[in-house]
């Protein structure tokens, strides 16, 4: 067999975020350059391998068997390079981030992850809780970056992520008495969606009750999957194990919401770093 050569560490680089984030698009914003920049150094990286690396048709990017091999060594690959770059930057920067806790499931470690890969030298510090609070931490100057739901009285300065679906989320053998109220798992009154839940549910007539309350997608969704209620959570969120209701038990809709970036945050390395999560949580929404 004739000698691999040295690899083309962009074209590598560019193989682990087209994986990760599972398009040729999103991957290109990443990385500040263009699909078809992107398509080429991938293709020459196949060339170069022999090995075809991912499957592409018009809805969907995965991995191939072969690419699914090759990951796990690329993003040692890709992390190591990172890691020797930075090893002249000893200055270290801190950036604050708040994220609203009706956003933030068990994906939450790989992303962080992800961003350190990134800029090992960049300490990420995340802090959970309601848009308002995390909101309102922003505007106090505590926060550097804030990824919220949507206020309906915002429409400046944020820049609109994705768009957020929300759902009753339930065990798949769970089944409503007779004659009993809804039993809801819910974040507690001062959140939106489940004002908006319990309102659609008065407006149809549907009798229900908070037999549980918490903070954060995996407290609410643990009380869904132990067959406890019915939690009202974004569909991305929801744990595994857990299913949809809604229509089985011929709930009514609930309304879907923006997640928007607020930053000011003008310098390269804050701004690639916030670029990065963006285009991970459209990822994880898609």
């Not at 990443?30 to 699909?35: S, W």
């Not at 022999?50 to 060594?73: H, K, M, N, W, Y």
């Not at 992390?79 to 981030?97: D, W, Y």
Request: net charge neutral; hydrophobic share 45%.
């Amino acid at each position: 067999m004739n000698p691999v050569k040295a690899l083309d560490l962009d074209a590598v680089k560019a193989f682990v975020f087209i994986a990760d984030l599972q398009s040729f698009t999103r991957a290109a914003e990443v990385l500040d350059t263009t699909q078809s920049a992107l398509s080429l150094k991938l293709r020459r990286l196949e060339d170069q391998l022999g090995r075809r690396l991912l499957e592409r048709t018009p809805r969907q990017v995965r991995l191939s068997a072969e690419g699914s091999i090759f990951l796990d060594a690329a993003r040692s690959l890709v992390g190591a390079h990172e890691r020797a770059m930075a090893s002249f930057q000893v200055e270290q920067r801190r950036l604050t981030i708040g994220i609203s806790q009706l956003i933030v499931g068990s994906e939450l470690p790989a992303l962080l992850r992800r961003m350190n890969e990134h800029d090992p030298h960049l300490l990420i510090e995340m802090r959970v809780a309601g848009s308002r609070e995390v909101m309102q931490a922003y505007e106090e100057g505590t926060l550097d970056a804030a990824l919220i739901l949507q206020a309906d009285n915002r429409r400046q300065q944020g820049e609109t992520i994705f768009t957020e679906n929300f759902a009753w989320i339930g065990a798949p053998s769970w089944t409503l008495r007779p004659g009993q109220p809804l039993p809801l798992s819910t974040q507690g009154e001062s959140c939106g969606i489940r004002t908006a839940a319990v309102r659609a549910l008065d407006e149809a007539g549907i009798a229900w009750t908070e037999v549980f309350i918490g903070k954060g997608a995996a407290v609410v969704g643990a009380a869904a999957a132990a067959g406890l209620a019915i939690a009202v959570m974004a569909r991305r969120t929801a744990p595994s194990g857990t299913i949809e209701v809604g229509h089985a038990l011929s709930l009514p809709s609930l309304p879907t919401q923006e997640v928007v970036l607020y930053s000011a945050l003008n310098d390269r390395r804050s701004r690639t770093a916030l670029r990065t999560l963006a285009e991970a949580f459209k990822s994880l929404s898609a």
